[in-house]
């Protein structure tokens, strides 16, 4: 039985850059390729937006920023660890207009933008967390 189903000591996932990959130069600097195995993998990563008039994105880059259906409905004025665990928990429990399988069907593999300075808490993290970790993970 589990009364506390929230999980607050979690931490966002730091991006994994491992000794197995390494560069290579294919004009994107997020692709790697797995050292051993010849592989390319595409590493996930958050992007911060820029406000400034005809700023792009990288092709593979889903913005989640509001009003996208991926957006944060908690105010930051709540700061920002608090809003983005709320989003978890809401994420998780079904209470967004978007489900944890939406996430992973979507944007599994996609870079995600928002605005927040990338060492700020975002939402984003909890999207790109959810969207790769493993089909139990973290789901309650
Ligand atoms: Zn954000």
Request: proline fraction near 7%; hydrophobic fraction near 35%.
């Amino acid at each position: 039985m589990h009364s506390n189903a929230s999980t607050p000591d979690h931490q966002c996932p730091t991006p994994r850059r491992g000794s197995a990959v390494e560069h290579i130069t294919v004009g994107d600097p997020s692709v790697l390729r797995h050292r051993r195995s010849g592989t390319l993998v595409h590493v996930v990563q958050r992007l911060q937006r820029s406000r400034r008039k005809g700023a792009r994105l990288p092709a593979h880059t889903v913005v989640v920023s509001r009003p996208t259906k991926w957006g944060n409905p908690h105010s930051l004025d709540l700061g920002r660890v608090e809003a983005v665990r709320r989003y978890r928990d809401d994420l998780l429990a079904g209470r967004l207009d978007i489900t944890v399988a939406h996430v992973r069907n979507e944007l599994r593999g996609r870079d995600l933008a928002c605005y927040c300075p990338l060492d700020e808490p975002c939402h984003a993290d909890v999207l790109i967390e959810v969207a790769n970790g493993q089909p139990s993970a973290g789901v309650v």
